[in-house]
């Protein structure tokens, strides 16, 4: 019998240490107007986010209704993948669906799954892809160490971040979508004939605390990101592997109560980390779609819907400084090839580029454009290739090309289809990429 014990005493133990191995303790508090780090354990340490995922699928979610892709009353039918997916959820059956709003405030209070998993499909298709559109966002935003491969945050070993990119995901949340931040703040939501309650605990009773997020499995232990107003003062705060909600909770109270006097003053939050042009970044999986960054570049408003540049000029260039001109659409125009590939490429490398001998797929004499920058020649064709095959149309008859540039000793292969024999036609194919929310770089003839 006691050898009973010990077996079973020695599985609970391992048993234990396996789900949370990963669960390592750490918290931030941020200040949001200065961008300084007032207090931290551990803001780098490798955590699962659970729950906290679905800051980011919402984000995205923001992002789409800005660019109009989506509005709050948009359909989202649930498939039978997205149905499956395990509590807590909505439960809708397969064939039924939801609003856009419906869906946010189902994963803001419930964090329904369900909804997560159906947000995705809605506007990448499959969850993988939007995984994947997840982790460019982040890398845009400042978040280097994150990475999705769901929607939800329900357990893989895969899907990690920091409580310094969290904090970094707070600040966006507030910064680019002050208006719809505020359904953090949600308690309950009337669904279909039943109320659904929230259950960010310490939100409810804790003076200027208006979101936002919760999180738990097994692996990442109990989570927790608090957005927090005191006066002008607005601080961010992260909890990563709590050993409990009420713990967690207290921790959170106490890390924003001794540092919060601390924060700064002020009426505009730290800019953004996203850089003022495109970028897009390829993960080593390299086999989906990448997303684009929708910021407006320096020196333009952000409109959604706005319409595309009748003239399209080239701007002249210093060799030192790539020189920002008109986008088309969401996509750069101007300062010739290598200065338009400068920016998509600024995330992964840094400045001065020295070009290696491209792939010879192009033909001189005619346009170009470009939509990625990916860590190997390998990703670049993989992506180009499966973009043309989604796209087809305007792309179908066109080359794929790849062009290596290296950076501070950083190689990055720009992703281009060439033999657009106008620039009406390289246009032509920016529009269809810019609407199934693709970078587009418009760059002239070579001559």
């Given at each position: ?125 499959t969850e993988q892809n939007f995984a994947a559109m997840m982790t460019a966002k982040a890398r845009q935003l400042g ?99 709590g050993r409990s909600g009420a713990s967690r909770d207290n921790l959170m109270a106490q890390l924003i109560t001794r ?189």
């Amino acid at each position: 019998m006691s050898r009973i014990l010990i077996a079973l005493a020695l599985f609970v133990t391992i048993s234990m240490t396996a789900n949370s191995a990963f669960a390592g303790s750490a918290q931030l508090l941020l200040d949001a107007r200065s961008g300084r780090v007032i207090a931290s354990e551990n803001p780098d340490a490798p955590n699962h986010p659970a729950s906290l995922t679905k800051m980011m699928t919402i984000y995205m979610t923001f992002d789409a209704i800005r660019r109009g892709t989506l509005s709050w009353d948009s359909p989202v039918p649930f498939s039978k993948y997205a149905s499956s997916r395990p509590p807590t959820k909505l439960r809708l059956k397969p064939g039924e669906q939801i609003t856009v709003r419906e869906a946010v405030l189902g994963m803001v209070t419930l964090s329904a799954n369900d909804a997560a998993a159906a947000i995705a499909e809605k506007i990448g298709g499959t969850e993988q892809n939007f995984a994947a559109m997840m982790t460019a966002k982040a890398r845009q935003l400042g978040m280097p160490n994150t990475t999705f491969v769901n929607a939800s945050g329900l357990p893989d070993d895969r899907q990690i971040t920091t409580a310094r990119d969290m904090s970094t995901l707070g600040v966006a949340l507030l910064r680019d979508f002050p208006r719809d931040y505020q359904l953090f703040s949600t308690r309950s939501f009337a669904f279909r004939g039943r109320t659904i309650n929230g259950h960010n605990n310490l939100m409810y009773r804790f003076k200027g605390m208006d979101g936002i997020k919760t999180g738990y499995t097994d692996a990442s232990g109990y989570n927790l990101v608090s957005a927090v107003a005191d006066g002008k003062r607005r601080v961010i705060g992260v909890i990563m592997g709590g050993r409990s909600g009420a713990s967690r909770d207290n921790l959170m109270a106490q890390l924003i109560t001794r540092n919060i006097g601390k924060a700064s003053d002020g009426n505009s939050l730290i800019a953004s980390a996203a850089p003022t042009a495109p970028i897009v970044v390829a993960e080593t999986t390299g086999s989906i779609p990448l997303p684009t960054d929708r910021s407006e570049p320096l020196g333009r408003s952000s409109a959604p819907g706005a319409k595309v540049p009748g003239q399209v000029d080239t701007a002249s260039a210093s060799p030192d400084v790539p020189v920002l001109g008109a986008r088309f659409g969401n996509a750069y125009a101007g300062g010739g090839a290598n200065n338009a590939a400068a920016a998509t490429e600024a995330l992964i490398a840094g400045a001065h580029p020295r070009p290696l001998k491209p792939i010879p797929l192009h033909r001189d004499g005619t346009w170009q454009i470009q939509i990625a920058a990916a860590a190997s020649a390998e990703e670049a064709m993989s992506l180009l290739q499966m973009v043309r095959d989604k796209i087809g149309g305007p792309l179908a008859d066109r080359d794929i090309y790849t062009e290596a540039v290296t950076r501070n000793g950083s190689t990055v292969y720009r992703a281009r289809f060439t033999g657009f024999p106008s620039k009406d036609d390289a246009q032509n194919a920016c529009e269809r990429l810019v609407k199934s929310s693709y970078d587009c770089v418009l760059m002239p003839a070579r001559s």
